[in-house]
């Protein structure tokens, strides 16, 4: 197997891998690989905050803008602490994302955490339900599109996957809504009537179209992906020695394969899971689905300052996290990688 | 963190073929003849048209109220009217040469940033390559939309900071295939015979190096062209682009999407040049880069993993 793993690469070479010494450089390297995530975050974490509050003259003036006055000026910058000192300024707000203390929103005097919080969750299912359907179908679609290079349903689903690749999501998601909830048929809500603070759960069906949309949005890269690294294995020395040997085609399919086209899909994966972090913005915005992207739209569209703070911190956080999960991941696919060099 | 994935080497061998005067000429002009690039090109120069050409034939002034709101196509307003009763051709016609200009200013600055900081990472090693590629890590910890929304909310909802922003948050991921090309090439003979005359570290990479990245620079450049249109018409759709009477694509979608039941053509419309011009650029990038590449595997992939980063092995 550890020859066998690397499709990227010609000429493996066929070291024994010997048990007790793989942990090390695994754990050495996901130790690394965390240290570095926790300071990029924490340098992250800086610069959105020396961002919102340093930056354009003060975020007070910035709130209220001609608004101001000395006293209203004098009671904003209280509520944000702009009074102390830089540091403290900086420490009230870090140790605050631990520990849910966040303040108050801007835009209607509630605290932060209960705002977001629900809003998390939503995003979150959103996320994962999008991720789980997108992997699969993406993963299914590619290795089918391989096993029948330059069949029509070759060709067909490679030219669908590269158009749909470059289209922006809401496009995608007003395409749907076109076909589905207005002009040709009326089977589902076009945006959701939730109210900020429930959870989508309640009303599944409202998950529908966002979902549709994300997949659509992410399933042609990790079909490309999937063929190609499919392709390769396919044609590999052990998938013909299989051959030879006379295994049935569908455990070669199944049992070399596919195994070993996953290790280089899987960093594709995390890169779409990554692409989410962003694309429920924009998707969350048309649908009016209650989740975190929406929140920001309307944080940044009322300048409510410590809610932008938050979430630009939450979804750097996530990137971060998906990041080292998915080198993580895609190491543990990967037995040769792990042997110490 | 160490090198990233290389979508340069394996292309690396062909300079004998491609060392004419301009390379890249022949490059573009090979993809232009494949099917698919021909195809891409063709898309994405009918949109070029209509963005350019579309204000001088508008026939109706793009702000004015001339028919009634959702008004249904006719033949005076072919394309109906739209939520505030104007006529969505004209509309479409005006809305698209901002959103192009756009696009195409925060490509050059994704580029030129990304290049001249991968490029200078590579080749200087040592602690300026440790500190841009810092850099461009912390960076592309922010999802690119939300990078241009962080900013945004900073400085208000101008359009040179939409530029700004989209063109800053590109140069990371430049950077980083930058950077692995320089990589390959700096350990040319070339360049080290122009180092041993006591060439200045500059001049090299201007001279030596420069040159031979225009290949992986253009294939770079027609993706982040296409994510800029995608990002920047995003922005104008979630309401942050040219300020309310003005026409634009993006904007166009979000105001009229109430009316789909009764004037779709006030979505559709601007909707369609936009899928049109991405698939255009992407499918015509696609192109470029199989030419480059020279083989029937799919660059995006690499470029995927490029982005990815470190770890193969």
């Known amino acids: 197997?550890?020859?066998?793993?690397?499709?990227?690469?010609?000429?493996?070479?066929?070291?024994?891998?010997?048990?007790?010494?793989?942990?090390?450089?695994?754990?050495?390297?996901?130790?690394?690989?965390?240290?570095?995530?926790?300071?990029?975050?924490?340098?992250?974490?800086?610069?959105?905050?020396l961002a919102t509050e340093v930056l354009p003259g003060n975020a007070a003036y910035a709130v209220l803008g001609r608004n101001a006055n000395p006293a209203r000026l004098h009671a904003l910058e209280r509520q944000l602490h702009l009074n102390q000192g830089l540091l403290s300024q900086y420490w009230t707000w870090l140790s605050g994302l631990f520990t849910g203390k966040l303040g108050a929103s801007l835009a209607n005097g509630q605290p932060v955490w209960g705002l977001a919080e629900p809003r998390l969750i939503n995003s979150a299912v959103l996320v994962l339900v999008t991720g789980v359907i997108g992997t699969v179908v993406g993963v299914a679609l590619g290795a089918i599109a391989a096993l029948r290079k330059d069949s029509w349903f070759d060709h067909v689903t490679s030219v669908v996957a590269l158009a749909v690749t470059s289209l922006p999501e809401f496009i995608v998601a007003i395409g749907l809504i076109i076909l589905f909830s207005t002009v040709v048929l009326h089977l589902l809500p076009a945006v959701s009537l939730l109210p900020p603070g429930v959870y989508a759960w309640s009303q599944p069906e409202l998950l529908i179209l966002?979902?549709?949309?994300?997949?659509?949005?992410?399933?042609?890269?990790?079909?490309?992906?999937?063929?190609?690294?499919?392709?390769?294995?396919?044609?590999?020395?052990?998938?013909?020695?299989?051959?030879?040997?006379?295994?049935?085609?569908?455990?070669?399919?199944?049992?070399?394969?596919?195994?070993?086209?996953?290790?280089?899909?899987?960093?594709?994966?995390?890169?779409?899971f990554l692409y989410l972090a962003g694309g429920v913005v924009v998707v969350e915005y048309v649908f009016n689905y209650p989740g975190i992207g929406q929140g920001l739209v309307f944080a940044v569209s009322n300048r409510d300052i410590p809610v932008i703070q938050f979430i630009v911190v939450v979804l750097a956080a996530f990137y971060v996290c998906v990041n080292i999960g998915s080198d993580v991941i895609a190491l543990l696919a990967t037995p040769r990688r792990r042997i110490p060099r | 963190m160490t090198g990233t994935a290389p979508v340069i080497p394996p292309a690396a061998p062909p300079p004998a073929v491609l060392t004419r005067r301009h390379p890249w000429l022949s490059v573009l002009w090979s993809a232009?003849?494949?099917?698919?690039?021909?195809?891409?090109?063709?898309?994405?120069?009918?949109?070029?048209?209509?963005?350019?050409?579309?204000?001088?034939?508008?026939?109706?002034?793009?702000?004015?109220?001339?028919?009634?709101?959702?008004?249904?196509?006719?033949?005076?307003?072919?394309?109906?009217?739209?939520?505030?009763?104007?006529?969505?051709?004209?509309?479409?016609?005006?809305?698209?040469?901002?959103?192009?200009?756009?696009?195409?200013?925060?490509?050059a600055i994704g580029i030129v940033?990304?290049?001249?900081?991968?490029?200078?990472?590579?080749?200087?090693?040592?602690?300026?390559?440790?500190?841009?590629?810092?850099?461009?890590?912390?960076?592309?910890?922010?999802?690119?939309?939300?990078?241009?929304?962080?900013?945004?909310?900073?400085?208000?909802?101008?359009?040179?900071?939409?530029?700004?922003?989209?063109?800053?948050?590109?140069?990371?991921?430049?950077?980083?295939?930058?950077?692995?090309?320089?990589?390959?090439?700096?350990?040319?003979?070339?360049?080290?015979?122009?180092?041993?005359?006591?060439?200045r570290p500059a001049k090299v990479m201007a001279k030596e190096i420069l040159p031979n990245l225009v290949?992986?620079?253009?294939?770079?450049?027609?993706?982040?062209?296409?994510?800029?249109?995608?990002?920047?018409?995003?922005?104008?759709?979630?309401?942050?682009?040219?300020?309310?009477?003005?026409?634009?694509?993006?904007?166009?979608?979000?105001?009229?999407?109430?009316?789909?039941?009764?004037?779709?053509?006030?979505?559709?419309?601007?909707?369609?040049?936009i899928a049109l011009l991405t698939i255009g650029t992407n499918t015509f990038t696609d192109a470029v880069a199989r030419v480059t590449i020279g083989v029937d595997r799919r660059p995006e992939e690499a470029a995927l993993l490029d982005d990815l980063g470190p770890e193969q092995a």
Request: glycine letters at 8%; charged letters at 10%; zero cysteines.
């Open chain 2, 32 to 107: 232009v003849r494949t099917p698919r690039g021909a195809a891409g090109l063709t898309m994405a120069l009918l949109v070029v048209g209509v963005a350019v050409i579309g204000p001088a034939v508008s026939p109706h002034s793009p702000t004015d109220l001339v028919t009634l709101t959702f008004a249904k196509p006719s033949g005076q307003f072919p394309l109906g009217g739209d939520f505030l009763g104007r006529d969505v051709l004209s509309r479409v016609l005006n809305g698209g040469w901002l959103l192009l200009l756009m696009a195409l200013a925060a490509t």
């Open chain 1, 210 to 272: 966002p979902v549709a949309t994300l997949v659509i949005v992410i399933v042609p890269y990790i079909f490309r992906m999937m063929r190609a690294a499919m392709i390769e294995a396919l044609e590999s020395d052990y998938v013909e020695m299989a051959r030879l040997k006379g295994v049935p085609e569908w455990r070669i399919v199944l049992g070399h394969a596919l195994p070993n086209s996953i290790a280089p899909t899987i960093q594709v994966i995390g890169l779409n």
């Open chain 2, 113 to 199: 940033v990304g290049a001249a900081a991968g490029m200078s990472a590579a080749y200087l090693h040592g602690p300026p390559d440790g500190i841009i590629m810092r850099t461009v890590d912390v960076i592309l910890a922010f999802p690119q939309l939300v990078f241009a929304l962080l900013l945004l909310s900073l400085l208000g909802p101008k359009l040179w900071l939409i530029v700004l922003a989209v063109g800053l948050s590109h140069a990371p991921a430049v950077a980083r295939v930058i950077r692995s090309a320089t990589l390959d090439i700096a350990e040319r003979d070339y360049v080290k015979v122009a180092e041993l005359q006591g060439m």
């Open chain 1, 1 to 49: 197997m550890a020859t066998a793993t690397a499709p990227a690469e010609p000429t493996a070479p066929a070291e024994p891998t010997v048990p007790g010494r793989n942990e090390h450089p695994l754990l050495m390297l996901t130790a690394r690989r965390l240290g570095v995530g926790v300071v990029t975050l924490l340098v992250v974490s800086m610069i959105v905050f």
């Open chain 2, 215 to 273: 290949t992986p620079l253009m294939v770079e450049a027609g993706l982040r062209l296409t994510y800029s249109i995608v990002i920047i018409a995003g922005l104008a759709f979630l309401g942050f682009g040219q300020p309310p009477p003005a026409a634009n694509w993006g904007t166009m979608i979000n105001e009229n999407r109430i009316g789909l039941q009764l004037n779709p053509w006030a979505v559709i419309a601007p909707a369609v040049l």
